[in-house]
């Protein structure tokens, strides 16, 4: 995502607010840090589209129904996970 139509410190904003935005639906945040998100947002469309985005990925992942994973599976993640982890 690009800054809000220039480089530098609105750049790092817009990355940073990327990196919360899971905390900032969910309502997470601090209010400062909440009211600072929505500040930006107001100001920077390439933001608002992101944060559309992922509040429809969100909401459409909610949508899904839960299917079991297949044991061998769920041996193999495990192992992943955890050799990961280190």
């Known amino acids: 995502m690009s800054g809000c139509g220039s480089a530098g410190p609105s750049a790092i904003e817009c990355r940073q607010i990327a990196e919360l935005l899971g905390d900032y639906l969910d309502g997470s ?3 400062e840090t909440r009211e600072l998100i929505d500040f930006h947002i107001d100001g920077c469309a390439p933001c608002v589209a992101f944060l559309n985005t992922y509040r429809g990925t969100v909401d459409a992942a909610r949508k899904l129904p839960d299917v079991p994973i297949p044991p061998e599976l ?3 993640l495990l192992t992943v996970l955890k050799s990961t982890k280190r």
């Open 74 to 76: 769920k041996k193999r």
């Open 29 to 31: 945040l601090p209010r």
